[in-house]
C-alpha cells in the first residue's frame, strides 16, 4: 500500500473470526477520506484475486460477536494544545449535547449501526453518548497517551462503522468540534494563564 502513498499505520486481527481491521492515517480530513476510499478499493480488488469476497457490513456475524467499525481518531489544534481536561471535557460534551446532536452523528455513521452500537461488544448503545479515557465501551475514547502528554492529542470517536462514508464522518465531526470551539469556556492552565 505504500507504493499507493497510502499511510497505513496498521493491520491486525479482530475479535470474529476472519474478521481483519487497517489503520489509515493522514493529515486532513480530505486526504483521510480519499486514502481510505482507495485502500478499500484495493483490498477489494487483492481479495477478487484470490476468489475472495470482502464484506463491509458493520455486523457481518449476527450473535455475540463483536461488529465492525471505522473508528474516527481526530485532532485540532485546540485538542493539540489544549493542555487541560476541561478543553477536552468541553469537546466530548459537544458531541452529547442534545439527542438531536447524537441522532446526527449517528445519521452520517454508516447504514445498520443499531445491529452494532448496542451498548455490549466494546460499543456504547446507539441513543446514547458518553466519553472516558481509555473507555473501550465509551462514543468517544480519550486516548490515555493525551493524558499523560497534558491533555494534549487526539479523541476517537468509535461510533462510526466499516462501511461509512469517511468524508461525511469526518464532516460531522468537524461540525461539532467546530461548535465545541465556539462554546467552549476558558481555562486555566497549570501556569495561571487564561486558554480556551
Not at 144 to 163: F, H, M, Q, Y
Amino acid at each position: 500500500m505504500s507504493r499507493c502513498h497510502l499511510n497505513v499505520e496498521g493491520i491486525n486481527a479482530e475479535v470474529a473470526t476472519g474478521q481483519w481491521e487497517f489503520q489509515i492515517f493522514s493529515k486532513g480530513a480530505k486526504d483521510a477520506g480519499d486514502q481510505v476510499w482507495v485502500a478499500r478499493y484495493l483490498i477489494e480488488r487483492t481479495a477478487e484475486k484470490y476468489g475472495l469476497a470482502i464484506n463491509w457490513h458493520c455486523k457481518p456475524v449476527s450473535g455475540d460477536w463483536n461488529g465492525s467499525g471505522m473508528h474516527a481518531n481526530f485532532s485540532n489544534s485546540l485538542l493539540r494544545n489544549a493542555g487541560s481536561k476541561g478543553a477536552y471535557d468541553t469537546v466530548c460534551q459537544a458531541f452529547g449535547v442534545s439527542p438531536e446532536i447524537i441522532k446526527a452523528h449517528i445519521d452520517a455513521y454508516g447504514a445498520d449501526n443499531h445491529l452494532r452500537l448496542t451498548g455490549l461488544h466494546e460499543t456504547q448503545s446507539i441513543d446514547k453518548f458518553s466519553y472516558g479515557v481509555s473507555d473501550r465501551g465509551a462514543s468517544i475514547r480519550i486516548p490515555i497517551a493525551t493524558v499523560e502528554n497534558g491533555w494534549k492529542g487526539w479523541l476517537e470517536d468509535r461510533r462510526p462503522n466499516s462501511a461509512a462514508d469517511p468524508y461525511k464522518v469526518a464532516a460531522r465531526i468537524i461540525k461539532t468540534v467546530k461548535m465545541a470551539e465556539v462554546m467552549a469556556p476558558v481555562h486555566q492552565n497549570g501556569n495561571g494563564v487564561l486558554v480556551k
